[in-house]
């Protein structure tokens, strides 16, 4: 059974500081996503991660894929508050356009003013 | 707004009850999912159809259904309810035909609550 852990589960930061967030997963696959959802909100798709090696960036936002290591990163890049939300990964089981999306835990990310 | 819309927003029923949440998908996708997410559980895949077909299941109870109409709204369907099944509930969509780019766009949710 494919679990997928995130770390940490709740991060808080100052503004203007970098940190990471990490996604592992245990079987292998080499579709990943990550979403953003707000208080009392939908999940808001970020980034859509399809091969190994697989970079995208979007603001101060950047996420990574490491297949071999089944390991996603989520870097952030001096946070501002408007980046305050619970973040999820999701790695697909992709089978001829079906898709199973299992989720981590979320990391709750509060920003510091 | 992801272009996907679930209704009701809110449900409030008693245990034992029976209740049918509904989606409509972004034009033009022929996907649909259903997710519950809870405290305990987490987020969770339930079921997904294509076209009105069911393709993928999940962790869906035998008491929970759901179908897909030739108009692709799908609507998921809740029997028997127990204190447990409160959640949010959320319908995503996407395009899913033979690409590999399969990005789901979700719902606002329904919330529901069993009492």
């Known amino acids: 059974e494919l679990k997928v852990e995130q770390n940490p589960l709740f991060l808080s930061m100052q503004e203007g500081k970098n940190y990471t967030i990490y996604c592992n997963y245990s079987t292998t696959s080499d579709r990943l996503y990550w979403y953003r959802q707000d208080p009392g909100k939908s999940l808001e798709s970020l980034f859509v991660?399809?091969?190994?090696?697989a970079v995208k960036q979007e603001g101060r936002l950047m996420a990574s894929l490491d297949t071999k290591a089944r390991l996603s990163t989520l870097h952030i890049t001096a946070a501002v508050h408007d980046l305050s939300a619970t973040y999820f990964c999701?790695?697909?089981?992709?089978?001829?356009?079906?898709?199973?999306?299992?989720f981590g835990t979320g990391t709750r990310l509060t920003i510091i003013p | 707004d992801s272009g996907v819309t679930q209704t009701p927003k809110h449900l409030i029923t008693a245990t034992g009850q029976r209740v049918t949440l509904r989606c409509s998908p972004r034009s033009g996708d022929l996907s649909v999912y259903w997710y519950q997410q809870s405290l305990d559980q987490g987020l969770q895949f339930l079921i997904q159809y294509y076209n009105g077909e069911e393709r993928a299941k999940g962790n869906i109870l035998e008491r929970f259904s759901a179908q897909q109409f030739p108009d692709l709204h799908s609507e998921l369907n809740l029997s028997s309810l127990e204190l447990g099944d409160s959640a949010l509930y959320f319908c995503a969509s996407s395009v899913a035909g033979t690409g590999n780019v399969n990005e789901q766009f979700f719902g606002p949710g329904t919330r529901l609550t069993v009492l």
């Open positions: 999701a790695v697909g089981d992709f089978n001829f356009g079906n898709e199973k999306l299992t």
């Open positions: 991660l399809l091969s190994n090696g």
